[in-house]
């Protein structure tokens, strides 16, 4: 049974930082492409990042390019997303799923959420 569970989320001034983190399970990872999606209140869930199997190659939407880091630890089964430079406009609810970009599974985690205010 596939398992995605995101942390590390939290309430942010702009300007700060976090670091996510997705715990995965039931699924060969180390093998599987990760990508990170936001869904802000009222707007469809979007990609914010994907890093492949081996952390060769990356690829970020443009809003977040230059301010967020995609990686990923394979012993731990874990991907994650540092955020840096935040802004209110990044307030969502932050989730993963394996896939380069097109979520493979269709049970998503809880996700985590990031909201960015003064």
């Known amino acids: 049974q596939v398992q995605l569970v995101e942390s590390g989320g939290g309430l942010v001034q702009p300007g700060g930082s976090l670091r996510l983190s997705c715990a995965a399970s039931?699924?060969?990872?180390?093998?599987?492409?990760m990508s990170w999606y936001h869904q802000a209140p009222g707007k469809e869930r979007a990609l914010v990042a994907a890093i492949g199997s081996l952390s060769s190659r990356t690829k970020y939407a443009d809003s977040v390019k230059g301010r967020f880091t995609i990686s990923r630890d394979n012993a731990k089964n874990t991907v994650y997303l540092q955020m840096n430079s935040l802004k209110p406009e990044d307030t969502a609810v932050y989730y993963c799923?394996?896939?380069?970009?097109?979520?493979?599974?269709?049970?998503w985690g809880q996700g985590t959420q990031v909201t960015v205010s003064s």
């Open positions: 039931g699924f060969t990872f180390s093998s599987s492409a």
């Open positions: 799923n394996a896939g380069w970009g097109t979520p493979r599974y269709n049970d």
